[in-house]
Nanobody, 120 residues
Framework: QVQLMESGGGTVQAGGSLRLSCAAS????????MGWYRQAPGKERELVTV???????YYADSVRGRFTISRDNTKNTVYLQMNSLKPDDTAVYYC??????????????WGKGTLVTVSS
């Protein structure tokens, strides 16, 4: 089993910055890729960014150039640095971990979510 715990959410002014963290515990040897999703009120959850175990990254067009994902494999932690925040970034942000390998079936995990509110 893999458990994820997000932290760092809160309220910021437009143009401000925020840094989210997601710490994994449990069967962390199963984890390959990690990423962040978000869900705004009344909308479907969408992919924000993902990072592979080797460091390759992907960003949604809406956040590219403003957000940066990184990971520390020794700490089993992934980070999301959010700069130049806009009111449209307001959402619940969820950490996600892909799991691979023998004995890792069903180990994919989601965090409980952390709320980010960007005010004007």
């Amino acid at each position: 089993q893999v458990q994820l715990m997000e932290s760092g959410g809160g309220t910021v002014q437009a143009g401000g910055s925020l840094r989210l963290s997601c710490a994994a515990s449990g069967d962390t040897i199963c984890i390959s890729g990690m990423g962040w999703y978000r869900q705004a009120p009344g909308k479907e959850r969408e992919l924000v960014t993902v990072i592979a175990e080797g460091g390759a990254t992907y960003y949604a067009d809406s956040v590219r150039g403003r957000f940066t994902i990184s990971r520390d494999n020794t700490k089993n932690t992934v980070y999301l640095q959010m700069n130049s925040l806009k009111p449209d970034d307001t959402a619940v942000y969820y950490c996600y971990a892909d799991s691979t390998g023998d004995s890792c079936l069903g180990m994919d995990a989601w965090g409980k979510g952390t709320l980010v509110t960007v005010s004007s």
